[in-house]
């Protein structure tokens, strides 16, 4: 073995033998997901006494609707549930997920086409880990949600980063995803409506991109979590019901987080083509094996019943959503385009870096943040996460007597920046 001599230059990790490496490559090269770690921190003050408001979490602050959780209540009571059952998911929710599909966003699939999974995060994951070798590129359309650059690493991918700022309403062009493309590239990651920009692509721009993905042979890695959040009369298309041609080489991720207040509950899916659903099936029958079934029936609850819970989110959300942008509106050297859908607002604080902010200054979004939460106890995630410096991202999940105070804490220590 080669020794590590105290006098040798210190070596890189990746130059260390293997037995001396205490993390693995690939794992220490992943970030922690910094929404997380804002949400954390901004609930450890909170323990601590301070009255910080948050606007960082990803989550709906409604509870999970009474029926869903009767029916997990009844389904911890049956024995059947209390032992494994298929990797890939129930039978009965698989056939909710087709029927809900069929429902909602006119996709026809079979229960072969599906796979359930340990939430978005995990069906993000294992669709990339199956679609991914070493190397191939993956387009990734920014600002982008924080754990796909991180999960395209982990299953051995390239991100490569396309920038839509304000001024195109955060929204990528076919042109611009032409220009990033390579002879690796090998997945498009689309995502609509948008964390963190809360951007729609309208229907045309759908079908511009799915038909420039299907010329250019490209897979397409779309995630429709948001589908049910969109605003104004907006509504997000399926990319593979707009072009049909591409559904062979497209893979749809999902779930009952964001639309039935369900993030604790840990159930999302995969839809795709056979063989890609079947060698993830693989990967996860032996990284988790099967959701834990009391969340996959009260999943089978949520689908099958109808819209109506999402649908009063949905009024809450619009109401903060227009009440939020005209607050950060009134903030000098803030931009705050209005979005579409999802429940985060995106605004450019390019404005107010540099400048003198209550004694002390920022000059990137990181430091603001960090200053926001210091002086005005408000937690905010910066554009850093989301591969945008000079932007913050703020959820409007919160009650709206929050929401009034926090911006307008903001609002009284950023007006006096100059
Ligand atoms: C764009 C997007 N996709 C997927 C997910 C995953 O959601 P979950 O793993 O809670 O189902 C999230 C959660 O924040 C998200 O914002």
């Known amino acids: 073995m080669t020794a590590v001599s105290p006098d040798s230059p210190i070596p890189s990790s990746s130059e260390l033998p293997p037995a001396q490496r205490r993390i693995s490559r690939r794992i220490a090269g992943i970030a922690e997901s910094a929404t997380l770690a804002v949400d954390a921190k901004a609930k450890a003050l909170k323990a601590a006494g301070k009255p910080v408001i948050g606007f960082g979490a990803g989550e709906p602050d409604f509870p999970t609707p009474d029926y869903i959780v009767e029916a997990a209540i009844a389904a911890a009571r049956q024995p059947a549930m209390h032992r494994y059952t298929p990797a890939g998911g129930l039978p009965a929710l698989k056939e909710a997920i087709v029927a809900k599909t069929a429902r909602d966003s006119g996709l026809q699939v079979t229960a072969a086409q599906v796979l359930v999974t340990n939430g978005g995060k995990q069906a993000v ?201 005209s607050m950060l509106r009134e903030i000098p050297g803030v931009a705050c385009p209005e979005p579409q859908g999802a429940f985060y607002v995106y605004p450019s604080v390019k404005g107010l870096l540099g400048r003198s902010i209550g004694g002390r200054t920022a000059s990137s979004s990181v430091e603001l943040a960090e200053l926001i939460l210091e002086l005005a106890e408000v937690a905010v995630v910066p554009g850093e996460a989301f591969g945008t410096p000079g932007y913050l991202r703020m959820s409007y999940a919160l009650g709206d007597d929050d929401l009034v105070e926090g911006v307008t804490r903001m609002q009284r220590l950023l007006t006096s920046a100059d």
């Open 125 to 325: 994951y294992e669709a990339l880990a199956t679609m991914l070798d070493p190397g191939d590129e993956v387009l990734l359309p920014a600002p982008y949600w924080t754990t796909y650059p991180e999960a395209i690493r982990l299953a051995g991918g390239v991100p490569v980063p396309v920038v839509a700022d304000e001024q195109s309403g955060y929204l990528v062009s076919a042109a611009q995803l032409d220009a990033a493309r390579t002879p690796r590239t090998k997945v498009l990651l689309f995502c609509s409506p948008s964390n963190p920009t809360g951007a729609v692509y309208p229907l045309e721009q759908v079908e511009e991109i799915g038909r420039w993905a299907l010329d250019a042979g490209l897979w397409v890695l779309t995630d429709e979590i948001y589908e049910h959040l969109t605003y104004g009369g907006v509504t997000a298309p399926s990319l593979p019901v707009v072009v049909p041609e591409l559904a062979d080489r497209c893979v749809v991720v999902n779930g009952v987080a964001k639309t039935y207040a369900m993030t604790g509950w840990r159930v999302g899916w995969i839809l795709g083509p056979t063989d890609v659903v079947k060698a993830a099936t693989n990967l996860q029958s032996h990284a988790t094996s099967n959701v834990a079934n009391v969340s996959q029936a009260a999943a089978v609850a949520a689908l099958t019943g109808d819209l109506s819970a999402v649908a009063t989110m949905r009024e809450a959300f619009d109401r903060r959503r227009k009440l939020i942008v």
